[in-house]
């Protein structure tokens, strides 16, 4: 059974963890840099991510996530966690992400998502949700709102605008758990 981290600073991490365990992962919150031994996979949730990250440097686990993410580690960034795994945060995924591109909380929405080879169509709750602004050559879009990209794909990270966790659609997990598989075996991370 893998071990998928959630990292557990702010936002909807409880949401990520209960889908984690109905698909058969054992989870653990990440707090602190103890948190992250052993992982075998990492989810960073949705919330405010000036509030994450200011956690996450508090707890000294800004570099730790950061090396662990670039030596390989399969990673799940939704909403903020996308933010946070972009250009001018964690710098892992070669993104430049524009915050609450979409509006303010009022101007929340959802949207039906086609994303290849996750699962079928997803049901996409955005939230003061970002877009991607600029990507480098290594980053598949996945899906587009209105023009910009809002699932996008970088080797094992796979990082989102929505939050998939407050919906029924499993596939975004699931591949991150197919992620954990592949990375074990020795192939190449899709």
Not at 11 to 35: C, E, M, Q
Not at 48 to 68: F, H, Q
Not at 89 to 112: I, K, M, P
Request: with cysteine.
């Amino acid at each position: 059974m893998p071990t998928i981290g959630v990292l557990a600073i702010q936002g909807d991490f409880a949401a990520h963890a209960k889908v984690l365990r109905r698909l058969g992962a054992d989870v653990r919150p990440v707090r602190t840099l103890a948190h992250l031994d052993g992982l075998d996979a990492l989810v960073m949730p949705g919330g405010e991510s000036t509030a994450i990250d200011l956690g996450m440097e508090r707890e000294g686990l800004t570099g730790p996530v950061r090396d662990l993410i670039a030596g390989g580690l399969p990673v799940l960034g939704t909403c903020a966690g996308m933010i946070m795994l972009g250009r001018e945060r964690l710098g892992v995924l070669d993104v430049a992400v524009r915050r609450n591109a979409f509006g303010r909380q009022l101007a929340s929405f959802e949207v039906q998502l086609d994303l290849p080879g996750l699962g079928g169509p997803v049901e996409a709750v955005f939230i003061r949700a970002p877009w991607v602004e600029r990507h480098g050559d290594a980053v598949e879009v996945l899906a587009e709102v209105d023009g910009h990209p809002v699932a996008v794909r970088q080797g094992a990270i796979l990082a989102v605008a929505f939050h998939p966790e407050l919906g029924d659609h499993e596939g975004l997990h699931t591949w991150l758990l197919e992620q954990v598989v592949a990375r074990e075996n020795g192939e190449a991370q899709r």
